[in-house]
C-alpha cells in the first residue's frame, strides 16, 4: 500500500500528510484484506453466506488465507508499471501485484471462480478448470501455503504448484510469466519453481472456453494441514 505522503491523524488533535513506512502500508493492507474475508463470509464468492456470531463460529467458515491472498491478487489494481521503477510509475517489486481494490472484487464478484482449497492435489496430480472468458481483462491467481525452507538449501522451497492458462485460440500462458518486465504476462514460459503466488493478468483475453489448469510438479512434505 502507500509507502509515503499518507495522511492520517498526529497527536490528539493534529493532523500530518507526512506519515509513512510499513507502519502505514501494513495496516492498510491489512485492513481491505479484512474487507476480502468479510466479502467472503457474506456470501459475494460462491461460499454460503455466514449466519455465525462468536469469533470461533466464523473461524470454522473463514477462507484459508492462501483464498484471501489469491483474491486479493486477482483483483488488485495496478499502478502505472515501469519495469525500471524509477520516475513516474512502479516495477514488480515496489508495487507486488497492485493495491487492493474493493470495488473491483466487488463488481466482478459474479463473474469469478473461487476454489477455497477444494481440491487437494498430490505429486504428478492435476485440476482443471473450465471458464468461459468474455474477452478483454482476464486474471487467474494460484496461491498455495508451503511448509518453511531449509536455510542452509539453495532454493527454500520445499513443494511446487504450477499455474497454466489456454486461451480459446490455444496460447498458453504460465503462471507469473513475464510479470517482472511488464504488467501483463507474455505467452509461453517455463514451469516456476520457485513462488507459491503464481499470476497470470491479460487485458484482452479472447472470447471462448479458457482453461485453467493447477498442476503439482513436486511434494516433498505435506503443506495441508487438514490432511490427517
Excluded: W
Amino acid at each position: 500500500a502507500y509507502y509515503d505522503s499518507i495522511r492520517t491523524t498526529s497527536g490528539s488533535t493534529g493532523y500530518t500528510t507526512g506519515f509513512g513506512g510499513t507502519s502505514g502500508a501494513t495496516p492498510i493492507v491489512n485492513g481491505l484484506g479484512g474487507n476480502m474475508i468479510e466479502m467472503f463470509t457474506d456470501g459475494l464468492f460462491g461460499y454460503a453466506k455466514t449466519s455465525a456470531k462468536t469469533s470461533t463460529e466464523r473461524s470454522k467458515v473463514l477462507p484459508h488465507f492462501s483464498t484471501t491472498k489469491a483474491l486479493l491478487v486477482a483483483t488488485a489494481a495496478q499502478v502505472p508499471y515501469n519495469s525500471s521503477g524509477v520516475s513516474v510509475g512502479a516495477n514488480r517489486y515496489q508495487q507486488g501485484f497492485g493495491f487492493p481494490n474493493m470495488r473491483r472484487a466487488y463488481d466482478e464478484r459474479n463473474r469469478m471462480l473461487v476454489i477455497d482449497e477444494l481440491d487437494v492435489l498430490r505429486a504428478s496430480q492435476s485440476r482443471t478448470y473450465y471458464v468461459l472468458a468474455k474477452g478483454g481483462r482476464f486474471v487467474a491467481a494460484m496461491q498455495y501455503p508451503d511448509p518453511p525452507g531449509t536455510s542452509s538449501s539453495a532454493i527454500h522451497r520445499i513443494n511446487s504448484v504450477d499455474l497454466t492458462v489456454k486461451s480459446s485460440s490455444g496460447v498458453i500462458y504460465r503462471g507469473n510469466n513475464g510479470l517482472i518486465a511488464g504488467a501483463y504476462s507474455t505467452p509461453g514460459g517455463g514451469v516456476n519453481d520457485r513462488d507459491t503466488e503464481e499470476t497470470v493478468i491479460l487485458n484482452a483475453m479472447p472470447a471462448g472456453v479458457t482453461t485453467v489448469t493447477v498442476s503439482c510438479s513436486a511434494v516433498r512434505r505435506d503443506g495441508h494441514v487438514e490432511t490427517t
